[in-house]
């Protein structure tokens, strides 16, 4: 598709469990952020990819929280023995590159921990 | 401690009039600033950028001022149609990488 993809749109998942949202970024952008948005906050920055470089990892809010990007593009985001303060709409977002500050977002994935 | 802010949560005009959304930042090292646009169940669009070096970009209907000495930023749309119906985010920048954004302001136009 034309646009950056998330899946799953949805999630719900019980306390304590792993969970992996991911994002296809628009082909050829080589950069790409994850973002959240938790209820009455504004979106935060967790992570940014920028090609080869080692990911700004400086947003991630505890070491439960990981990210990856295979071969330049699909990135995964780990949440590992979610809490219910994790629940928030993840957003993904790419762009040609670091300068271009045009962000393309996904539609996000809303993830609710019960 | 929320560094970029959009004091209105919600903001509605006549259609053909003036919309102004308004944000306000604290720290003085910001130099990018964006608007987003948002429908719902949709991502985030970007809608119009400015850098520190001007303190006035247009495109089109869509104007940002920059208010560096106030720290301060605004959107203005007009004429405002019933599509531009949205939530509207700004955010800014240092590095222009790691953007702050504000939890946004409803505008509503009223046909």
């Known amino acids: 598709g034309a646009g950056v993809s998330q899946s799953p749109s949805n999630k719900v998942t019980e306390k304590g469990k792993d969970v992996e949202l991911r994002c296809d970024p628009i082909s050829g952008h080589t950069a790409l952020y994850w973002y959240r948005q938790s209820l009455g906050q504004g979106l935060e920055f967790l992570i940014y990819?920028?090609?080869?470089?080692?990911?700004?990892k400086s947003g991630l809010p505890s070491d439960r929280f990981s990210a990856e990007r295979t071969g330049g593009s699909v990135s995964t985001l780990t949440i590992q023995r979610t809490q219910q303060e994790d629940s928030a709409v993840y957003l993904c977002?790419?762009?040609?590159?670091?300068?271009?500050?045009?962000?393309?977002f996904g539609s996000g994935t809303r993830l609710t921990v019960v | 401690d929320q560094q970029v802010k959009q004091n209105s949560p919600s903001l509605s005009v006549q259609e053909g009039r003036i919309s102004i959304l308004n944000c306000d930042y604290t720290?003085?090292?910001?130099?990018?600033f964006l608007w987003y646009k948002k429908y719902p169940a949709e991502g985030p669009t970007f809608l119009i950028s400015i850098s520190s070096i001007k303190d006035k970009n247009e495109d089109g209907r869509f104007t940002v001022f920059l208010n560096k000495s106030a720290k301060h930023l605004s959107l203005h749309i007009v004429p405002s149609q019933p599509g531009d119906s949205a939530v509207y985010f700004c955010a800014a920048s240092i590095t222009g990488n790691q953007f702050y954004f504000g939890t946004g302001t409803s505008l509503t136009v009223i046909p």
């Open positions: 720290n003085s090292m910001f130099d990018y």
């Open positions: 990819f920028q090609g080869n470089s080692a990911p700004d």
């Open positions: 977002a790419s762009s040609p590159s670091s300068t271009n500050y045009g962000y393309t």
